[in-house]
């Protein structure tokens, strides 16, 4: 099985820089996904890391260290759009052999002016 | 042109019903999933289908039964539904499994409320 941690709830200021973390515990790894999800909305991809290190898009960037089971989503330059939930995502072999993503519970984030 | 669409949107029913979910993906993918977001927001999967192929099962009462009748479709039914059936399900499709990115898209969900 697979124990994905991230902070429930963020609060940070537009125009600032927000760094959400999260960490997991899994054999078989074979990827992390970041997710963002706007209230009452379906989720939708962020990025993507398999290897180590950081993978920049825009204002979103997400950082992975598979030896210490460990990743973070940055997002500069906020703004006020950006208040959403975003969804750490681990994908692993499950116990039937077939690839599986699991869900992190999600970080609430909170962009105020 | 919608990626991965769900039907119904809303969903209001009394226990004890049968009801049925459709989705429909026109991305060409080849696996879908069906999800189960309760109201603490976690996002859990339930089923997921390679290729028309039941891979992932993921302990969910028989109640729920999965059907795709082709790669484009995975249909959700629930007999007897309960009060703990109350959530948004989201059907969701990956253009495969693994060995690249495989990102997923999410249909718009359909809220279930069960009174």
């Known amino acids: 099985g697979q124990n994905i941690d991230q902070p429930t709830e963020m609060t940070a200021t537009e125009g600032a820089i927000v760094q959400i973390n999260c960490t997991y515990q899994?054999?078989?790894?074979?990827?992390l996904f970041w997710y963002q999800q706007h209230a009452g909305e379906a989720p939708t991809f962020l990025s993507y890391?398999?290897?180590?290190g950081l993978e920049e898009k825009g204002r979103f960037s997400s950082f992975l260290s598979r030896s210490k089971g460990y990743s973070y989503l940055l997002l500069k330059e906020l703004q006020m759009k950006d208040s959403a939930s975003y969804l750490c995502a681990v994908r692993d072999r499950n116990s039937g052999g077939y690839q599986k993503v699991t869900f992190g519970t999600g970080t609430k984030l909170q962009v105020i002016p | 042109d919608t990626a991965v669409s769900q039907t119904p949107k809303y969903l209001v029913t009394q226990m004890g019903n049968d009801k049925s979910i459709k989705c429909e993906q026109n991305l060409g993918h080849d696996t879908m999933y069906w999800y189960k977001q309760d109201s603490k927001k976690f996002l859990k999967i339930m089923f997921s289908?390679?290729?028309?192929?039941?891979?992932i099962n993921e302990t969910v009462p028989n109640r729920f039964s999965p059907k795709s009748p082709d790669k484009a479709h995975l249909n959700l039914h629930i007999n007897s539904l309960e009060l703990g059936d109350s959530a948004v399900y989201f059907c969701?499709?990956?253009?495969?499994?693994?060995?690249?990115?495989?990102?997923?898209?999410f249909g718009p969900g359909t809220r279930l409320t069960v009174t």
């Open positions: 899994t054999s078989g790894f074979n990827g």
């Open positions: 969701a499709s990956s253009a495969g499994l693994a060995g690249a990115r495989y990102e997923q898209y």
């Open positions: 890391n398999v290897l180590d």
């Open positions: 289908y390679n290729n028309k192929e039941l891979i």
